[in-house]
């Protein structure tokens, strides 16, 4: 007889589908409370085998944890960084030690508020970004026939399962709507190549449709290696120029300084994508970034006014107070 806890042939549990072996374990652990151990016991599969699974049904967003408690210090934080820059809604988020997962939470959280604000005949915009990737797990599956889905900004010449195309295709696919692309490049060669472009009937389209979407959810870079955009050649052989030019980071690919200012550089003249000005008027438009990396990049798009409602962490969260009151200090 094969020892207690070892995976073999003759088990019972070899004789389930997969996903059956993923349905059971996830019950005992997040809803009968019992150890991975146990669990390991009680279906005949080794610790490990459980402890992948679990790792894979966080990540995949098979398992949704709802935590209905307050969190005292993430509400403190909504609600002052709420009043600070007269945001609709903000959610505070607990950080996570690790980027990524910090990331992936937060993104989580915003795909959260998004699908409760979506309702069927709504347009829905997106940018691009690991955050946003991460918020698909947790819309509802559900179909809005009279909605569609749009990319507000051009794309890269690769893909890593973020891209504009691939995100929103994501989005489209979780409300089965149709969904329109901007099939171009972020950054043109030229201002007259852009306008150029412009002409396409087709990008024309895309574009009119970005601007009158309901909601929009979009996402920030800063101006280090951690951003995609910054490690691409194009904007990497620019980035002295956008510094001396006074970039803290891009929205949409449009690269603001501190007070939330479009930067003078030449490749915000060439960049195709909704504008951060044009982000006001959309009734619903939501930030997802956090990290305490991010803290100027955020900052300046909440001076600006672009988005009217923002998930983030409490570290970020922290310091947006921090730098606001900072200021205040210094103009008195």
Same mark, same amino acid.
């Given at each position: 007889?094969?020892?207690?806890?070892?995976?073999?042939?003759?088990?019972?549990?070899?004789?389930?589908?997969?996903?059956?072996?993923?349905? !059971?374990?996830? %019950?005992?652990?997040?809803?009968?409370?019992?150890?991975?151990?146990?669990? +390991?016991?009680?279906? #005949?599969?080794?610790?490990?085998?459980?402890?992948?699974?679990?790792?894979?049904?966080?990540? /995949?967003?098979?398992?949704?944890?709802?935590?209905?408690?307050?969190?005292?210090?993430?509400?403190?934080?909504?609600?002052?960084?709420?009043?600070?820059?007269?945001?609709?809604?903000?959610?505070?988020?607990?950080?996570?030690?690790? /980027?990524?997962?910090? =990331?992936?939470?937060?993104?989580?959280?915003?795909?959260?508020?998004?699908? !409760?604000? $979506?309702?069927?005949?709504?347009?829905?915009?997106?940018? %691009?970004?690991?955050?946003?990737?991460?918020?698909?797990?947790?819309?509802?599956?559900?179909?809005?026939?009279?909605?569609?889905?749009? &990319?507000?900004?051009?794309?890269?010449?690769?893909? &890593?399962? &973020?891209?504009?195309?691939?995100?929103?295709?994501?989005?489209?696919? +979780?409300?089965?709507?149709?969904?329109?692309?901007?099939?171009?490049?972020?950054?043109?060669?030229?201002?007259? &190549?852009?306008?150029?472009?412009?002409?396409? *009937? #087709?990008?024309?389209?895309?574009?009119?449709?970005?601007?009158?979407?309901?909601?929009?959810?979009?996402?920030?870079?800063?101006?280090?290696?951690?951003? @995609?955009?910054?490690?691409?050649?194009?904007?990497?052989?620019?980035?002295?120029? @956008?510094?001396? +030019?006074?970039?803290? #980071?891009?929205?949409?690919?449009?690269?603001? /300084?501190?007070?939330?200012?479009?930067?003078?550089?030449?490749?915000?003249?060439?960049? @195709?994508?909704?504008?951060?000005?044009?982000?006001?008027?959309?009734? *619903?438009?939501?930030?997802?970034?956090?990290?305490?990396?991010?803290?100027?990049?955020?900052?300046?798009?909440?001076?600006?006014?672009?988005?009217?409602?923002?998930?983030?962490?409490?570290?970020?969260?922290?310091? $947006?107070?921090?730098?606001?009151? =900072?200021?205040?200090?210094?103009?008195?």
């Amino acid at each position: 007889m094969p020892p207690k806890g070892t995976d073999t042939p003759t088990t019972a549990i070899e004789d389930m589908d997969a996903q059956q072996i993923r349905a !059971r374990v996830a %019950w005992l652990y997040f809803i009968g409370g019992l150890t991975q151990q146990e669990i +390991a016991d009680q279906l #005949g599969l080794t610790r490990l085998r459980v402890n992948k699974t679990l790792g894979q049904l966080r990540t /995949d967003g098979s398992v949704v944890v709802d935590i209905r408690l307050p969190m005292a210090n993430c509400i403190e934080l909504e609600n002052k960084v709420k009043e600070k820059f007269g945001l609709e809604e903000v959610c505070v988020i607990p950080t996570l030690p690790d /980027d990524p997962e910090n =990331q992936r939470a937060v993104g989580d959280a915003a795909g959260g508020l998004l699908d !409760r604000l $979506l309702e069927d005949g709504m347009g829905l915009g997106v940018g %691009w970004g690991k955050t946003l990737t991460a918020g698909l797990k947790r819309l509802t599956p559900r179909a809005l026939p009279n909605s569609w889905v749009t &990319s507000v900004m051009g794309g890269l010449t690769r893909g &890593s399962g &973020s891209s504009t195309f691939e995100v929103a295709t994501g989005y489209a696919r +979780a409300i089965s709507a149709e969904c329109w692309y901007l099939t171009a490049p972020l950054y043109l060669p030229s201002v007259e &190549s852009r306008e150029a472009l412009l002409a396409h *009937h #087709g990008i024309r389209e895309t574009m009119r449709r970005a601007r009158s979407v309901d909601v929009a959810l979009v996402s920030c870079g800063d101006m280090t290696t951690r951003s @995609l955009l910054v490690q691409t050649p194009t904007v990497s052989e620019t980035l002295e120029g @956008l510094l001396a +030019a006074g970039a803290v #980071g891009d929205l949409l690919g449009v690269f603001l /300084d501190a007070n939330g200012k479009p930067v003078d550089h030449p490749l915000n003249e060439r960049v @195709l994508s909704l504008t951060p000005e044009q982000l006001t008027s959309v009734k *619903h438009s939501i930030l997802a970034s956090g990290g305490w990396y991010k803290v100027d990049i955020i900052r300046a798009i909440l001076r600006g006014g672009y988005v009217k409602r923002l998930v983030t962490d409490e570290n970020c969260a922290a310091g $947006l107070l921090r730098d606001e009151i =900072q200021r205040h200090n210094k103009s008195q």
